[in-house]
């Protein structure tokens, strides 16, 4: 019997920056078991695309007619190498099964599939979520990087710690890197008459994992965040990081502030954040208020604040017999947020303010109308910005201001309640983030 042989049917051949991979190219809808993401040879790349161009999806073919579809002996070494890894399956003859055949399988078939199970190498794996489907391993040539910071500080803000696992999985429904990497992603965020821009195309992202993965205290996760960030300032690489609760901004943005002793942050916020406390706190009502005191942040500047009611006013007390430290605060309210958002001009001079400084941006999701987020955040309040409110905002900023990174908070994928189709405007923003930091590259200024 002449043995034929099919590509897996998932099987992708991709590109990111210097690399070649293969990859599960249905990640969306794709079952559980999939095709594991794996660096290869320029030349196992090239394989592939030929075998997937050649041979109809699906369609078995006997190893010498694919083997002539190979230029050399290394290709045909290559073809070899597919079957012995498992990228090419062998089909069997199905002559005799299907009609009138009872369902179920006699015992001996049963063992049979038992045992293939054991000897199966590269059919059967289950999937590492990461931003997008992206390697694990990553590339040298990457221009921005992920990360995530999965802690909260509130009992209330719990679910917070869960956002980067969920934003992984719910990537990889949506799209795969490989494909962004190539053909890119289009928004209209920003037109105003022109094309819609392509989104993520030519970007080499990678995502580092978990910053503080084995952290059992703050200062662990302090220690952490300070390591994570010299590396990325040492790679001159902008960084997109995903909390967690908004207290994961504070250790962060305290690493930043020993690289970067100007560096201004910019807060999106229903909240101010501005409760002291008994001093520094890890707390995520106490981010702005711990970044003056712990970080020596110099210069805040906050967005979309919309406390209308509030009988906590010691901290406003602190603030006012400190001028020094009132003065670094420059807080706008949603209505003035609208506002600079209507009127460019006016939004460029608030942002003279930070001059030529390295930023920080931090977004608290909870800036959005919590209708527009399904209630996701930990402490929603009332209706705020709208999706397409957040993005032009986030565009503006990134084309004005020289951000080193930046961080999304406070998305709880405890509360409220998912939508049955899950619109993904909180990728379109992380899309957004990478794609404006890797653009612009790293701040001369940082
Ligand atoms: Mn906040």
């Given at each position: 019997m002449v043995m034929r042989y099919r590509l897996l049917p998932a099987l992708a051949a991709g590109?990111?920056?210097?690399?070649?991979?293969?990859?599960?190219?249905?990640?969306?809808?794709?079952?559980?078991?999939f095709v594991p993401t794996q660096k290869v040879t320029e030349r196992v790349h090239r394989v592939v695309t030929r075998l997937k161009a050649a041979v109809p999806a699906g369609a078995a073919w006997e190893l010498e007619r694919l083997e002539a579809l190979c230029d050399d002996e290394a290709e045909r070494?290559?073809?070899?190498?597919?079957?012995?890894?498992?990228?090419?399956?062998?089909?069997?003859?199905?002559?005799?099964?299907?009609?009138?055949?009872?369902p179920g399988l006699s015992p001996e078939a049963a063992a049979a599939a038992r045992d293939g199970f054991a000897a199966t190498d590269a059919k059967h794996f289950f999937n590492v979520a990461r931003l997008f489907g992206l390697p694990a391993q990553g590339e040298d040539d990457a221009q921005v990087a992920f990360a995530g910071v999965p802690f909260a500080s509130l009992p209330i803000s719990a679910?917070?710690?869960?956002?980067?696992?969920?934003?992984?999985?719910?990537?990889?429904?949506?799209?795969?890197?490989?494909e962004v990497f190539t053909r890119g992603v289009y928004t209209e965020v920003g037109m105003d008459g022109g094309l819609p821009r392509l989104l993520g195309r030519g970007v080499v992202l990678r995502d580092?994992?978990?910053?503080?993965?084995?952290?059992?205290?703050?200062?662990?996760?302090?220690?952490?965040?300070?390591?994570?960030?010299?590396?990325?300032?040492?790679?001159?690489l902008p960084a997109v990081f995903a909390g967690g609760d908004h207290a994961v901004t504070i250790p962060l943005v305290n690493a930043y502030v020993r690289h970067a002793p100007q560096l201004c942050v910019i807060q999106l916020d229903a909240h101010n954040d501005l409760f002291f406390l008994d001093g520094a706190a890890f707390n995520h009502a106490a981010t702005a208020s711990t970044l003056l005191l712990l970080a020596d942040v110099r210069r805040l500047l906050a967005?979309?604040?919309?406390?209308?009611?509030?009988a906590r006013t010691e901290a406003l007390g602190h603030l006012a017999a400190s001028p020094e430290y009132a003065s670094r605060l420059h807080l706008h309210s949603l209505g003035a947020t609208r506002r600079l958002l209507a009127d460019p001009a006016a939004l460029e001079k608030v942002l003279a303010a930070v001059g030529e400084r390295p930023c920080y941006l931090t977004v608290d999701l909870d800036v959005l109308t919590p209708a527009a987020i399904h209630g996701r955040v930990s402490t929603p309040a009332g209706a705020g910005l709208e999706w397409?409110?957040?993005?032009?905002?986030?565009?503006?900023l990134l084309a004005r201001l020289p951000i080193l990174a930046c961080d999304v908070v406070e998305f709880n994928p405890h509360n409220g309640v998912a939508a049955d189709n899950e619109r993904p405007e909180i990728l379109a923003l992380l899309?957004?983030?990478?794609?404006?930091?890797?653009?612009?590259?790293?701040?001369?200024?940082?």
């Open positions: 590109r990111l920056g210097r690399a070649h991979y293969l990859y599960d190219g249905q990640a969306r809808g794709a079952p559980v078991v070494r290559v073809v070899q190498l597919l079957v012995e890894r498992g990228y090419l399956e062998e089909v069997k003859d199905d002559a005799g099964r299907g009609e009138g055949r009872e679910g917070a710690a869960e956002a980067p696992a969920y934003l992984r999985r719910l990537s990889q429904r949506w799209a795969n890197w490989f580092f994992g978990d910053v503080g993965a084995a952290a059992r205290t703050v200062g662990d996760l302090f220690a952490a965040a300070q390591q994570a960030v010299d590396e990325l300032v040492r790679r001159r967005f979309g604040l919309r406390t209308d009611f509030d397409w409110e957040l993005f032009e905002l986030v565009e503006a899309l957004l983030l990478i794609d404006g930091l890797a653009r612009r590259g790293w701040p001369a200024a940082g």
